[in-house]
């Protein structure tokens, strides 16, 4: 009997609640007319803040997307600088290959062989020599273009750094740059030997008398043996030279791992950390662009020395090539063996 009493004791509670709750939102939607669309409000506001986030995350995104996008730039402003050397080093190549098989056709079919080879040999270097300036300038502008980038990413002492670990490089290829210049001074100075030393121009309009007498007074193996001593100090010394180019590219990518520690110490200032295995995928990759670009320098260099060796054993010319050149090739001989066996 008294649980009865308790379930119709709780009906009647509820019944008066629920109307309490409607006789109270009456008398709040009489009296407060602008709540009653307070439910749709609300419901507003919780849409427009769901708008505001997605908003944010994708101004985030933004910002993260813009920030990436500036390390790429400053990538590629570097790989271009070091695209362009490369490009100008296969255009010397292609001088070069001409140059050597043009110089061998003039030898293998003129009569005075040694001036021949000093003729075809000063023309070669002189085209060599300009298209050497262009390189050297551009080579030496890859570290300016990496500094200018690392200062844009305010990494300055990093810049500083990179100027001096680049010397090295820049040194070996002006030293190249240098013996080049030297061979050809001295070919000149061989080419004007033999105009002195030529019966054609020793008459001066004369007779034939004298440049008979002269002609022969000339030794010609002597004439060889004096033109191969003249030659011999200059090609070993550019042969030197060009044997070290083989360490350009190497030293140039020993370099740019300061722009590479610089740029991913950068990133991981500004940049998430999701980001900076990207950013420094990136700055690792310059460093295999310089490899790329610059390695084909040695080949070159060697081409040209080889050329010249080559050429001048035709024209006669005794010529010894340097320790360095030998021991270059002594090097590759196994491995050439082992690739034909």
């Known amino acids: 009997m008294a649980a009865m009493h308790f379930v119709i004791l ?4 509820s019944a008066s609640s629920a109307m309490f709750k409607r006789d109270m939102r009456q008398v709040m939607e009489e009296e407060f007319p602008d709540l009653k669309s307070l439910g749709d409000t609300v419901s507003n506001a919780a849409k427009e803040a769901q708008q505001v986030v997605k908003t944010g995350t994708d101004a985030v995104q933004g910002a993260k ?6 390390f790429e730039q400053a990538v590629a402003q570097v790989n271009k600088s070091l695209e362009v050397v490369g490009g100008d080093i296969q255009r010397m190549n292609i001088t070069a290959e001409s140059s050597i ?3 061998d056709k003039e030898v293998s079919e003129s009569k005075d062989k040694a001036k021949a080879f000093a003729s075809s040999g000063l023309t070669m270097l002189n085209a060599l020599n300009e298209q050497v300036d262009k390189v050297l300038a551009e080579l030496k502008a890859v570290p300016k273009m990496a500094e200018d980038v690392l200062t844009g990413l305010n990494q300055k002492k990093a810049a500083l750094s990179l100027d001096k670990a680049m010397e090295s490089a820049l040194d070996l290829a002006s030293n190249w740059q240098k013996s080049l210049q030297e061979m050809t001074q001295q070919l000149k100075a061989v080419l004007g030997n033999f105009a002195q030393g030529n019966p054609a121009n020793a008459t001066n309009g004369t007779n034939g008398t004298n440049a008979t007498m002269i002609a022969l007074q ?3 193996q002597k004439e060889l043996a004096d033109l191969s001593d003249a030659l011999q100090r200059p090609l070993a010394d550019l042969s030197d030279a060009a044997d070290n180019l083989k360490s350009v590219a190497s030293k140039t990518q020993d370099a740019l791992g300061n722009f590479v520690d610089a740029g991913v110490e950068a990133a991981q200032e500004h940049l998430p950390k999701d980001l900076v295995a990207n950013v420094t995928t990136m700055f690792k990759g310059v460093q295999a662009k310089a490899v790329e670009q610059l390695s084909p320098l040695a080949d070159v260099g060697a081409e040209v020395v080889n050329g010249l060796y080559s050429t001048a054993a035709k024209a006669g010319l005794d010529l010894k090539k340097s320790s360095a050149l030998r021991a270059s090739v002594a090097a590759l001989l196994p491995l050439a063996l082992f690739w034909l066996s």
């Open 10 to 13: 709780a009906l009647l509670m």
């Open 101 to 103: 098989q043009g110089m």
């Open 65 to 70: 997307d813009l920030a990436l996008d500036t």
């Open 218 to 220: 000339i030794d010609p």
